[in-house]
């Protein structure tokens, strides 16, 4: 069974947005019948501890106030790719810090529809 077919089948159950982390293969998002493959922003990786925890309370900070998956999944991308930089909880970016991060990596542009 293909990701696709997973994601069709879990959302039968109920939840209207599905998110998987690949680490430093990036993530996918599933929502209203499509599925996005988001990549990992790159930086220097000295701890991936935390990188999912935060990734996806970046993710639910945004979609709190955006309501767009899309959206949300790119802002917790560029959430994680700061905890990674720093052992430990060192490195906990701003709203301002992670949109900066989104626009000089140009991660929106690199998102592909699979």
Do not use: H, W
């Amino acid at each position: 069974m293909c990701i696709r077919d997973r994601c069709k089948e879990i959302s039968k159950m109920g939840p209207s947005v599905i998110l998987i982390t690949l680490g430093r293969e990036g993530s996918i998002i599933y929502y209203e019948g499509s599925l996005f493959k988001i990549p990992a922003i790159e930086t220097k990786v000295v701890d991936p501890t935390g990188a999912g925890d935060a990734y996806f309370g970046g993710f639910i900070f945004k979609y709190m106030l955006s309501k767009d998956p899309l959206q949300s999944a790119i802002f917790a991308t560029s959430t994680a790719s700061f905890i990674v930089e720093a052992i430990g909880p060192k490195n906990l970016p701003t709203v301002k810090m992670v949109n900066e991060r989104i626009k000089e990596s140009s991660i929106s542009e690199r998102i592909r529809q699979l």
